[in-house]
C-alpha cells in the first residue's frame, strides 16, 4: 500500500490506517483472537497506522495493541488518544487537566508496551482548558521522547489554530465521509492552509455506506449505534435510499459498496488518511483494495451529489455536545 504524509513534522503513515475501537466491545462482543489476526494481517497488507484511544474499553484496547505487536514495535505506527474522564470504567466527560494529561500518556505507553507514542490525539476539546496549556504539556512530552507527533480530534478552527501556534499539529482526527461533509467550508481549508493532515474516522457511515447497517433499535443497548440518530426510524429509510446510489455504482463495476465509500475519501486529497474500523480479517482485505480504486471525474460528481443531504444529526445530543463545533 501506498503511504501518505500526515503534516509537515515528517510523520509517514500507510495511505489507510485501521481503526481499532471496535475490537474492544463497542459494536458487540470482542473477539480477540480474531482481533489480533487481524492487526496482524492489516501489516502483512501494508497497513502500518492503528488508531486506538484510553477510552477505546476503556483501556482495554490499547493492552490489545500492545499485546498483538510485541517484539514489531518498529513496524507499527500508533496514535492513541487521552481527554475523557473515565470512572469506575465508564467515560463521564471530558477532561484535559494539564496536571494530569502525564498520568494518562503513562499509562497508554504501559499498556501498549512501548516506550514512545507516534500520535498523541486531545481526544476531546475541554471548554474548562485553554488548548494553549493542553499542548504545551503534549510538546513536553515530544521534548522527553515519550510522544514523537500531536494531534487533536474534533477541534474547530479556532482550537486548531490556537494549538498550533504552540506547537505544529501533524493531524485533526473526525468524522469525515461522503455522509458528513461537516469539515468542507471551514476545517479543511484551514487545515491545508497550515498543513495539518485530515484523519477521518467512520469513513463507511459506521456500515451505512457499507450497505450493512441495520435500524438503531435492531442493534442491543450496548452497541454504538443502538443511539445513531441517522440509524433511526424515517431518517434510516431516507438515508439509505440515498446510500443505495454507492450500491449501484459498486455492483456496476463488481465491487463493494464500501470500497467505493471509501475510494471517495482517498480521492479527497493526499493529506487525508482514513481509518476505517473492522474486528475481522475478510473486512479488512476489502477495505485495503479500496486503496487502488480509480474513481472518474462523473462518478466523483455522482456521488457528491447523492449524497449531499443526510437526515439527523450524527451523534445523539449528549456526543454532539462534545464536539467544538
Known sequence: MKQRALGKQGLIVSAQGLGCMGMSNTYGPADEAEAIATLHRALELGVNFFDTAEVYGPYHNESLLGRAFAGRRSEVVIATKFGFDIRDGKPVGVTSNPAGIRAHVEGSLQRLNTDYIDLLYQ?????????????????????????????????????????????????????????????????????????????????????FLAGNAKRAEDYPPDDFRHLDPRMQGENYDINMRAAGVVREMAAARGLAPGQIALAWVLHQGEDIVPIPGTRRRANLEQNAAASDIALSAAELHTLDTALSQVAGLRYNAERMAMVDR
Open 123 to 207: 481526544h476531546r476539546i475541554d471548554p474548562q482548558v485553554p488548548v494553549e496549556d493542553v499542548v504545551g504539556v503534549m510538546a513536553e512530552l515530544v521534548k522527553e521522547g515519550k510522544v514523537r507527533y500531536l494531534g487533536l480530534s474534533e477541534a474547530g478552527v479556532a482550537n486548531i489554530r490556537r494549538a498550533h501556534a504552540v506547537h505544529p499539529i501533524s493531524a485533526l482526527q473526525s468524522e469525515f465521509s461522503l455522509w458528513e461533509r461537516n469539515l468542507e467550508d471551514d476545517v479543511l481549508p484551514v487545515l491545508r492552509e497550515l498543513g495539518i493532515g485530515l484523519v477521518p474516522f467512520s469513513p463507511l457511515g459506521r456500515g
